[in-house]
């Protein structure tokens, strides 16, 4: 439209004599594709990485790969930093006992544990549990084992779950796993939007746990468990306050 109205203004002014536009040319039209095309394309590359990044699918970037025999190694995409390898295993490890006193749910849990050992040289946290999955009626048990494994980056962990079958239909026990697997990536989400005082907190206490706590990690979790003061001796403090 602008193109149109500029050329009639031009062309009513005699300013262009001995010239014609014609906006149907070859050129024109290659010229205004081609244009386009270049900005078409300029957005694929951002909207790509911008899918990649916001990750609203679980399927786009990870699949659950198949098991080898009775053997799933599941590494998640996730990697951890610094002190919050202690505390994601703390966090997870509270997350499974909480299923240890049910026989309802997704999945239920016991010998839920956090060790730490040597692998190639450098101390790896290990979390352990027996867990059966739902439905209970199938059977399916399995042994898991996860490892917070170091990465190339300096101070950077990457999780790393490996799962045993003992019971179940082989079949049943893979397809089960993607159910079981989704919940254990929601408790990653989680953990991220977690307050800083927590985080410190599951991390002092996975410490103390493991024995590797320092003073200070201690007083962190003892200021947490330090119980309030009982009614009746918060009362006689005031009743004293108020007779002097």
Known sequence: MLGQTTSFLL?????????????????????????????????????????????????????????????????????????????????????????????????????????????????????????????????????????????DEEGIFAPEMHLYRKSGEPAAWARMNHRFLRLARQQFLLWRILSGEDREFFAAQAKVQLGVATDEDRKIVETMFKPSAAPEETKEQTTSGEEA
Not at 19 to 45: G, K
Not at 104 to 118: N, R
């Open 11 to 151: 062309t009513a002014n005699n300013l262009l004599e001995g010239f014609s536009l014609n906006y149907s040319s070859i050129s024109a039209v290659v010229s205004a594709a081609a244009v386009m095309a270049l900005v078409l394309l300029s957005t694929i590359y951002p909207a790509r990485k911008a899918s990649q990044l916001s990750v609203p699918d679980v399927e786009r970037i990870w699949r659950l790969p198949e098991p080898e025999g009775d053997h799933f190694h599941i590494k998640f995409p996730f990697t951890i930093g610094g002190e919050q390898a202690y505390g994601i295993n703390m966090f997870l490890l509270e997350y499974f006992r909480d299923h240890a006193n049910q026989s309802v749910g997704d999945f239920f849990a016991q010998d839920s544990s956090l060790v730490m050992e040597k692998i190639e040289g450098a101390d790896v946290i290990r979390f352990d549990s027996q867990v059966w999955i739902a439905p209970f009626d199938f059977g399916i048990s399995q042994s898991l084992s996860l490892y917070t494994v170091p990465t």
